[in-house]
């Protein structure tokens, strides 16, 4: 069963840090680029960040560069997203999702190139 599984979330004060994880199972990890996308109350689900098959390309969305940090570790099959500095506007839930891509040195940020998705993982940060 393919599945990919979120955590870290919770409530966290303006400046606070969280750091959310997203275990795959029943795939080939190296096989897919990795995406982080979250969406707030009554907003569209937006592009946070992605990484490369390969682990060496990432991206980020613009107002998020700096804050936040996405990586991967392909003996744990897990992908993270360090959020330093969280402001009350980077409340959203928070979704992993997977991108089977041939290129080991491509991210895309559309969130339809996505095949597989979590469940998401809300964080909340308070004033």
């Known amino acids: 069963q393919v599945q990919l599984v979120e955590s870290g979330g919770g409530l966290v004060q303006a400046g606070g840090s969280l750091r959310l994880s997203c275990a795959a199972s029943g795939l080939t990890f190296s096989e897919y680029a990795m995406g982080w996308f979250r969406q707030a109350p009554g907003k569209e689900r937006e592009f946070v960040a992605a990484?490369?098959?390969?682990?060496?390309?990432?991206d980020y969305a613009d107002s998020l560069k700096g804050r936040f940090t996405i990586s991967r570790d392909y003996a744990k099959n897990t992908v993270y997203l360090q959020m330093n500095s969280l402001k009350p506007e980077d409340t959203a839930v928070y979704y992993c999702?997977?991108?089977?891509?041939?290129?080991?040195?491509?991210?895309?940020?559309?969130?339809?190139?996505?095949?597989?998705w979590g469940q998401g993982t809300p964080a909340t940060v308070s004033s």
């Open positions: 999702a997977a991108d089977r891509i041939l290129s080991s040195q491509t991210v895309r940020r559309g969130s339809n190139e996505y095949e597989i």
């Open positions: 990484i490369s098959r390969g682990g060496v390309i990432r």
